[in-house]
């Protein structure tokens, strides 16, 4: 089993800095994807930004530049680094590991982006 706690979430202005982590539980993570998924109100989940366990990394087009997900294998984190931050930011974060039969999700993290 793997559970994923995520945090770092909170309230910003328009063109400030958030980081988020998750940190997973169990012995999956590193062969795992992860990743952040993000829902913002009346809006389906949509993917943020995936790396897999090699490193390699892909973003929704609408934060390219200005987010980053990294991952740590040996302490089982993954980050995501959100700059230059929009208010259609705003919803709440989800860290997501996946594996070839499974999806573990956390219980999500909300940021708030002002105007």
């Known amino acids: 089993q793997v559970q994923l706690v995520e945090s770092g979430g909170g309230l910003v202005q328009a063109g400030g800095s958030l980081r988020l982590s998750c940190a997973a539980s169990?012995?999956?993570?590193?062969?795992?994807?992860m990743g952040w998924y993000r829902q913002a109100p009346g809006q389906q989940r949509e993917l943020v930004a995936t790396i897999g366990s090699g490193g390699r990394t892909n973003y929704v087009d609408s934060v390219k530049g200005r987010f980053t997900i990294s991952r740590d294998n040996a302490k089982n984190t993954v980050t995501l680094q959100m700059n230059n931050l929009k208010p259609e930011d705003t919803g709440v974060y989800y860290c997501?590991?996946?594996?070839?039969?499974?999806?573990?999700w956390g219980q999500g993290t909300q940021v708030t982006v002002s105007a």
């Open positions: 169990g012995s999956i993570f590193s062969t795992s994807v």
């Open positions: 997501n590991a996946r594996q070839p039969l499974h999806v573990y």
